[in-house]
């Protein structure tokens, strides 16, 4: 059998394989029904069953991404380490080995290091190289495909962008490149104009006193010092949701702590590079609802200022705990906070909501997600070094001021605070929970009770304990990767207890299968008195990465297969026509004057020939 025809019988059996596993791989959002949730009525609601008013898509769509954690030059050998350092003063030690048995057994234990230490870190640092240039293009992938079948009207990434905040300028401005040159490509960050930062200059008491004064030279040098001094102010941005289509190509990034660290590794220079490169670490935008969409309830807002709104607010939690080592810093935060909560509209008013964009998830009890509550304090004192999730006092905070939520019946509201919801990262296999604040433990989510219990008992138990402190707990929703992909039918709480949904968003690295979010919002006009915002998630996996890589390098072997065939076949093809031609003619040489020996050719002697016949 011809050695091409081999080639191309193996390259017919592997094409099927190739063909269904390529076909899986950039159409895996198809097969593994990525998408965002579709508006649907709510079972109690009022309206018949067609809903004309309901959107046949999600105005709002966020894809969101967890944790990519971009490694570099610290998980690789040093560039100015010697690739066999076992060899750098082998020559040396043989010359003053002193004999030559001496210098046999150094040679053969340098021989034997480099064979056992050094042969294998040299390989192992290539083969790291290489698993670092395919782990970019498998979360590039990744991020492209999804980008491509399901259209988001917006991405996020939720924290930890890269591998350590620990490197320095140079490998963070390289690390940066690679997110944007390979596993961003052709996207870009939130513009400074979008985001809402503005410089106001603070007035001092000098210039108070000398606004009806006039101001002569020296004190126009005071001036201009005083000039300088800053108050960081958010804008609040407000645009008509849908209306800036670019929104699709720009990456909402969230600060992690592998990106500025922990509150207490957080400094100035940190959070500096990582907004040059990213964006700030605290902002928020208001979208309005389009006029068309709210064309058919022109009715019943009728009267209202106030269009129905989707704020996007985006927090840097890492410093919400303390101590903190830049209390400017954390600060900040807080201001920033405050800022959310003095521009956001009463907690009565149904037809706005919040997205909550942050990376370190709210705390919960031990058992409910795979992380527990966990912190670590630097020996120096000088803040927090580790933590899994918000400390509770932090994470009340931020549910009853940001969301406004609150255990007394009595508030505003009844204690049921804004609609929004909670997305972060940080705990890798991620976690779908429920915060709610009540007296009773099970007034969301029941349940089973332990065989010698009974209900009835139970509710008796917490209806007579009234004198507690009402308490925020969390339940889980869903557990294992396929549930998570339902969305919630009917309510998960008794009536009138508040609540609040947080999504931890399960890592897109290799090791955690790849996955994304898919977080619709949509206004549904049949819900209260004016309507009210609706959300639902979804999620999705691609695979361990192990597949992205095995699927291209089948691929590649096909192509060289075929390629290496093709050739083999050319070749076949001249030894055949050598062949059928008699091949190639040998010359004749005669041994004593070096001159070609005679030819026949088509019966007729050379000339040489003949003269040599009329000589004789």
């Known amino acids: 059998?011809?050695?091409?025809?081999?080639?191309?019988?193996?390259?017919?059996?592997?094409?099927?394989?190739?063909?269904?596993?390529?076909?899986?791989?950039?159409?895996?959002?198809?097969?593994?029904?990525?998408?965002?949730?579709?508006?649907?009525?709510?079972?109690?609601?009022?309206?018949?069953?067609?809903?004309?008013?309901?959107?046949?898509?999600?105005?709002?769509?966020?894809?969101?991404?967890?944790?990519?954690?971009?490694?570099?030059?610290?998980?690789?050998?040093?560039?100015?380490?010697?690739?066999?350092?076992?060899?750098?003063?082998?020559?040396?030690?043989?010359?003053?080995?002193?004999?030559?048995?001496?210098?046999?057994?150094?040679?053969?234990?340098?021989?034997?290091?480099?064979?056992?230490?050094?042969?294998?870190?040299?390989?192992?640092?290539?083969?790291?190289r290489i698993d670092l240039w395919g782990n970019d293009w498998y979360l590039a992938h990744i991020v492209r495909q999804l980008r491509w079948w399901t259209q988001p009207s917006h991405v996020s990434v939720l924290g930890d962008l890269l591998g350590s905040q620990w490197v320095g300028d140079e490998e963070f401005e390289r690390r940066a490149e690679r997110y944007w040159g390979r596993v961003m490509k052709g996207m870009e960050r939130v513009g400074e104009d979008v985001l809402g930062v503005v410089e106001q200059r603070v007035k001092t008491k000098e210039e108070e006193e000398r606004e009806d004064k006039e101001v002569d030279g020296s004190e126009q040098g005071d001036q201009e010092e005083t000039e300088r001094i800053v108050e960081k102010k958010w804008g609040g941005t407000r645009e008509i949701l849908g209306a800036d289509e670019t929104w699709a190509s720009r990456v909402i990034n969230i600060a992690g702590n592998h990106d500025i660290g922990y509150a207490g590794d957080i400094d100035e220079s940190r959070i500096e590079r990582f907004e040059r490169a990213f964006g700030k670490v605290n902002w928020d935008i208001i979208f309005t609802l389009p006029q068309s969409d709210r064309e058919s309830t022109s009715e019943i807002n009728e009267?209202?200022?106030?269009?129905?709104?989707?704020?996007?607010?985006?927090?840097?939690?890492?410093?919400?705990?303390?101590?903190?080592?830049?209390?400017?810093?954390?600060?900040?935060?807080?201001?920033?906070?405050?800022?959310?909560?003095?521009?956001?509209?009463?907690?009565?008013?149904?037809?706005?909501?919040?997205?909550?964009?942050?990376?370190?998830?709210?705390?919960?009890?031990?058992?409910?997600?795979?992380?527990?509550?966990?912190?670590?304090?630097?020996?120096?004192?000088?803040?927090?070094?580790?933590?899994?999730?918000?400390?509770?006092?932090?994470?009340?905070?931020?549910?009853?001021?940001?969301?406004?939520?609150?255990?007394?019946?009595?508030?505003?509201?009844?204690?049921?605070?804004?609609?929004?919801?909670?997305?972060?990262?940080?705990?890798?296999?991620?976690?779908d929970v429920l915060h709610y604040v009540s007296e009773k433990e099970h007034s969301c989510l029941r349940v089973e009770l332990p065989s010698d219990i009974s209900e009835e008992w139970l509710t008796e138990y917490y209806n007579n304990r009234t004198s507690e402190e009402p308490k925020w707990h969390a339940k889980r929703l869903y557990r294992g990767q396929e549930s998570r992909s339902k969305n919630i039918e009917g309510p998960v709480c008794e009536a009138g207890t508040p609540n609040l949904r947080e999504i931890t968003l399960r890592s897109m690295m290799g090791d955690f299968s790849g996955y994304a979010g898919f977080l619709s919002a949509w206004f549904d006009q049949s819900l209260g008195e004016k309507g009210e915002w609706r959300f639902e998630f979804n999620t999705c996996g691609v695979g361990v990465q192990h597949w992205w890589w095995g699927v291209h390098i089948v691929d590649l072997i096909l192509v060289v297969i075929v390629v290496v065939g093709l050739l083999a076949k050319m070749v076949e093809k001249r030894t055949v026509r050598e062949k059928e031609c008699g091949g190639p003619k040998k010359v004749a040489i005669n041994a004593k004057s070096g001159i070609p020996a005679p030819q026949k050719k088509e019966g007729k002697t050379t000339a040489h020939a003949s003269i040599r016949k009329g000589k004789t």
Not at 17 to 44: M, N, V
């Open 1 to 128: 059998m011809q050695f091409s025809r081999a080639l191309f019988l193996v390259a017919a059996a592997l094409s099927p394989l190739c063909l269904l596993a390529t076909t899986w791989l950039y159409l895996y959002p198809l097969f593994h029904s990525c998408g965002f949730p579709l508006p649907t009525p709510t079972p109690d609601s009022p309206h018949n069953t067609t809903h004309p008013s309901l959107p046949a898509i999600a105005p709002f769509r966020l894809l969101a991404l967890g944790d990519p954690q971009l490694e570099g030059d610290s998980s690789l050998p040093k560039p100015d380490a010697r690739a066999f350092p076992s060899f750098e003063y082998l020559a040396s030690d043989l010359r003053n080995s002193g004999s030559w048995r001496r210098g046999w057994y150094i040679l053969k234990s340098a021989l034997r290091d480099a064979a056992v230490k050094d042969l294998p870190k040299w390989l192992e640092g290539y083969r790291k």
């Open 303 to 431: 009267g209202d200022t106030e269009p129905p709104a989707l704020r996007l607010v985006i927090l840097n939690d890492m410093n919400l705990d303390t101590p903190a080592l830049s209390s400017p810093l954390q600060t900040e935060t807080y201001d920033f906070m405050n800022h959310v909560i003095a521009t956001s509209r009463p907690v009565t008013d149904k037809t706005h909501a919040t997205i909550l964009l942050t990376h370190i998830p709210l705390h919960k009890e031990s058992g409910v997600c795979v992380d527990d509550p966990y912190f670590a304090f630097f020996s120096s004192g000088h803040g927090v070094e580790e933590q899994n999730m918000l400390s509770d006092y932090s994470s009340k905070m931020v549910l009853e001021s940001i969301f406004g939520l609150s255990g007394n019946s009595d508030a505003e509201g009844q204690g049921l605070g804004r609609r929004g919801i909670i997305l972060n990262g940080h705990d890798h296999e991620g976690c």
